[in-house]
């Protein structure tokens, strides 16, 4: 196991840049790295075969968790700070002690015949990290981002997504016309009408279109989708949380087939 390289100035290079990556959603896109905070999306980038560029923790993660030091073996670089530098990293009431920085994904091309979500303008950073943990667990395997959605990347994203982004194809930044290449059929969600979710059979693999928090599905998007589905509330409520409405029609999707 390689000795972690002590560092003690608040203004060194790589934790400034640290602070920048948490502070600032799209900071990722500018620095080419994400920074991951916490042991569980640590964790969950090394089961995938995401390579670590640094690793850092605090002084009192070093010498506590002996299972966080064998990752050291393999960063690029492992770092050890005072815990009240840790704390200086984290937007967190609780810093969770280490983190680790990875490249940011480089762009990929959109697979026309995967099971999918496309989310059209998502706005609230927590709702798109429980969409992709939802599309992780139902066996999506691609989420197509329109350009207006919360960066997929941001820190409170990955929070949310609790790991789901190193299973999935991630492509954001995209138009409406982009998604013409799509061959799989693209349902677009409604509160206000269309097909009642359960009364028949769904196409699969298709492509979920999730909605704009307010405005809902863009008019154009809607019209190139082959259904408009609303889901049941017998409750009474206006419409489901966004998130609550991905989990229920993937869980469609899926135990339908």
Known sequence: MIDPLLVTARDNPLLQRVRKLAADPGAYRKHGQVWLEGDHLVAAALQRGVALDELVFSDSAWQERSEWRAWGDRAGRTLRIPDALFKSLSSLESPARVGALIQTPAPAAIDPDAFSLVLDRLQDAGNVGSVLRSAAAFGA????????????????????????????????????????????????????????LGSGRLPHPCAWVLGHEGQGVDPVLAAACVHTVRIPQPGGEESLNVAAAAAVCLYASTSAQ
Do not use: D, N, Y
């Open 141 to 196: 395997t691609q989420v197509l981002a329109i350009k207006g959605t919360a960066a997929l990347w941001s820190p409170k994203v990955l929070r949310a997504g609790m790991g789901a982004h190193f299973g999935l194809r991630l492509i954001e930044g995209l138009s409406v016309e982009e998604l013409a290449v799509l061959r799989v059929p693209m349902l677009a969600t409604s509160p206000h009408g269309g097909l009642k």
